[in-house]
């Protein structure tokens, strides 16, 4: 079996240094670094989730599948790749 890191193992020995001042800055400075890496990557992962499913609902039911709740004059595979594209244009 193999061994997975936690995201918080990972940040932890991205920021991990033992110091003051400059060390104490720069360990700021990487856990922000981290943290921004860190949003942009769960967006790109929801954004393909949301082109995954897209692909699944045309695949499975066509064009005719409406929108969910008060969006029915909307395509749902559509409205799933529009979130998607908002979600990427978000970074």
């Known amino acids: ?23 104490a800055k720069r360990l700021r400075s990487r856990a ?5 890496w860190l949003a942009e ?13 897209a692909d699944d609902v045309w695949a499975q ?3 005719t599948v409406m929108g969910p709740g008060d969006l029915d004059d909307v395509y749902f ?4 790749r529009a979130r998607a594209q908002q979600l990427k244009e978000e970074a």
Not at 7 to 23: A, I, M, P
Not at 41 to 53: C, G
Not at 77 to 80: A, H
């Open 61 to 63: 039911f066509g064009p």
């Open 77 to 80: 595979p559509e409205w799933l």
């Open 32 to 36: 922000q670094e981290f943290d921004r």
């Open 41 to 53: 990557h769960d967006r790109e992962v929801k954004a393909q989730a949301l082109e995954e499913a």
């Open 1 to 23: 079996m193999n061994y997975t890191p936690t995201t918080k193992q990972v940040r932890e020995w991205y920021t991990h240094r033992n110091g003051e001042g400059f060390y």
